[in-house]
């Protein structure tokens, strides 16, 4: 972001490799055998959305507000010891939250999304306290002295100021998120994993890509997505990008 | 009017207590500005966070309008009191008129009066309309504290708080800005209390001056009074030993001048010259033009000779005139410039109003120093 030109090279690195990918693909007879698990990849990438939207929703839903709570003054004592455990659980590895979250939840879709929340909330409470720390605290001296209600600063200063740093923590968790989503289906949660984990068990290449190369073209798409989010959505004032 | 009654604030630290503000009462009369003035640390700031009560006092108490600010609730208190604060403290997320228009959006305002109040403001911060639309970070600082400015008048408060205002702008964007501001403030009349560490600046905005020093008020008064007799050592120190300087940007020229100086029409003859001068009893007289404006000078050695000569084909050159409504340190250094010690004095449209000269300056400065000291700080 730093280097605009560096980013469009690599944008355009990005599709170029794509297309040569999609050429080997096809000339080796990759691509056919893959399209050929087509209906396994609408129902599974359909339910790997489903996972995604539920499990991220949840954690913006959850994330957000606790990371907004954690900067008010009555929480300034225990604030940074909770974002030490936050940080502290992002060392963890994917799977050993997975695996946690089985051995106490039992198997099927309601620990797969348990887990993927939990990875999820971290980002998105960390970046959310610091985007509104982080804040001049001028500004909000500006605000209280114009008499606004805390309320009011949270809503009309705090949080459009922060809003950058939030949905860059958002946009972080949900790429993680989709890229763990596949490890769900190792206790039962389904998804692309699905695909993925059994193409390789069988040593099907074709099958395994029929997993893979959603997944990551579902990564992309997504955080693309969010990305315009972050551009559009962002005031103008306050995003380094416009 | 904001009267204070003394006030202190003590914080608790480490080291013990601490006064910050200790018995301060002072009070800031309708339509003036007051400035509070003193070192870091000495609590000129905390004083007036007291006000809109930003900081609780520990005791005294606070009148705006002789009403006690206790009775009013501290959000609504806040938003009948203009801030303005150093680092501007623009929200970075709205517009231009987004952020002027905060306080009145608070207020419940309709937007109709919103933008029409926010057009009003740029004409009066001297800011173009167009700039409405923009965003804090696309102006430049000197735009932005104008911007500060306008939000703090937007609601229209009798009072305005102003803590270094000015502070963070480039020194000579801050002389146009504080112009700027005393024009707008000789029509506006707000009760201002104004906080300032730069002694050029108290003398120059303040009708007050109130000098803190370790949480106490050490002496308030007018910025002539402060800087002629000011009460102890420290406050001479602080105001400077150029304070008989920075006097004299206090005082404008026609205070200072004699506008009784003979003058002769330049088609006078010498003879006629000489009269005048007599009858006066000076040994000086200004030759003006058929408008009246300053053109030579006589002195009765040039007046031998040929009494049938015009003054204007006898008279010397004159030094450059001063108008009459510039302060006399811009006199002084002009007298000290052309290497004079006198020059003629004009009005505004360049006609002849009189004549300034060192010992008349001395003059006026001697006459308020001998000025009986009032007791300044309570």
């Not at chain 2, 623009?90 to 231009?96: D, I, Y």
Request: a neutral charge; aromatic letters at 6%; one cysteine or more.
């Amino acid at each position: 972001m730093a280097i605009p030109g560096l980013d469009r090279a690599l944008r355009a690195g990005t599709i170029v490799g794509l297309l040569a990918a999609g050429v080997v693909a096809e000339r080796s007879g990759l691509l056919p055998e893959i399209l050929s698990h087509w209906g396994d990849i609408l129902y599974l990438g359909r339910e790997h959305i489903y996972l995604v939207l539920i499990s991220g929703g949840l954690a913006i839903g959850v994330g957000v507000p606790l990371g907004v709570v954690l900067t008010r003054r009555r929480m300034r004592n225990v604030a940074e010891s909770v974002i030490q455990v936050v940080n502290l659980g992002q060392t963890i590895p994917t799977l050993a939250v997975l695996a946690l979250s089985m051995s106490v939840l039992g198997i099927g879709t309601v620990p797969a999304i348990f887990a993927l929340w939990l990875y999820s909330l971290l980002p998105i409470v960390r970046n959310t306290y610091q985007g509104i720390l982080s804040i001049d605290p001028a500004m909000l001296e500006a605000a209280q002295g114009m008499g606004m209600q805390p309320r009011q600063m949270l809503w009309q200063v705090e949080l459009p100021n922060a809003l950058y740093v939030i949905i860059a923590g958002i946009r972080t968790a949900i790429v993680i998120n989709v890229g763990t989503v596949p490890l769900a289906f190792l206790i039962g949660g389904g998804g692309l994993g699905q695909l993925i984990f059994t193409g390789i068990s069988l040593y099907n290449t074709g099958m395994m890509l029929a997993g893979a190369v959603p997944t990551a073209l579902l990564a992309v798409v997504i955080d693309f997505l969010l990305g315009m989010g972050a551009y559009w959505g962002v005031p103008r004032g306050v995003n380094p990008l416009r | 009017m904001i009267r204070l009654e003394n006030l202190s604030k003590t914080f608790d630290s480490p080291e013990g207590t601490v006064r910050a503000v200790d018995n301060v009462t002072m009070e800031v009369p309708e339509g003036e500005v007051a400035v509070l003035l003193g070192p870091s640390g000495c609590g000129k700031t905390t004083t007036m966070k007291m006000v809109n009560r930003l900081v609780q006092p520990t005791s005294g108490k606070i009148y705006i309008d002789d009403k006690d600010t206790d009775s009013y609730d501290a959000i609504q208190l806040r938003r009948q009191l203009g801030y303005v604060i150093q680092q501007i403290g623009l929200f970075p997320n709205m517009t231009v008129e987004q952020n002027i228009s905060v306080v009145p959006r608070l207020l419940g305002w309709s937007r109709q009066a919103q933008q029409t109040r926010a057009r009003e403001l740029m004409r009066m911060v001297a800011l173009d309309e167009r700039l409405l639309s923009r965003f804090p970070k696309e102006l430049s600082g000197g735009q932005q504290q104008r911007v500060g400015v306008a939000r703090a008048l937007a609601a229209d408060p009798p009072v305005l708080l102003m803590d270094e205002p000015f502070g963070a702008i480039d020194p000579i964007n801050r002389e146009v800005i504080q112009d700027e501001f005393l024009k707008m403030q000789a029509k506006l009349k707000k009760t201002i209390m104004f906080v300032s560490h730069d002694i050029d600046e108290a003398v120059k905005m303040g009708d007050k001056i109130a000098i803190f020093r370790d949480g106490r008020l050490e002496q308030y008064d007018d910025p002539d009074m402060l800087l002629s007799q000011p009460a102890n050592p420290f406050i001479a120190d602080f105001v400077g030993g150029d304070r008989e300087l920075k006097r004299m940007r206090l005082t404008r020229v026609s205070a200072a001048m004699d506008p009784d100086a003979p003058t002769v029409q330049a088609d006078d003859s010498v003879a006629n010259a000489r009269a005048i001068m007599d009858q006066a009893g000076r040994a000086h007289a200004v030759v003006v033009d058929a408008a009246n404006r300053p053109m030579g000078l006589l002195t009765d050695r040039q007046l031998d000779g040929e009494p049938g000569r015009l003054c204007r084909d006898a008279a010397n050159p004159l030094p450059e005139p001063v108008t009459a409504d510039r302060d006399l340190r811009t006199a002084v250094s002009s007298m000290f410039t052309h290497d004079v010690d006198w020059m003629p004095v004009v009005d505004a449209d360049g006609c002849f109003a009189g004549v300034v000269t060192q010992d008349g300056i001395r003059g006026v400065l001697a006459e308020s120093r001998r000025r009986p000291a009032r007791q300044g700080a309570a």
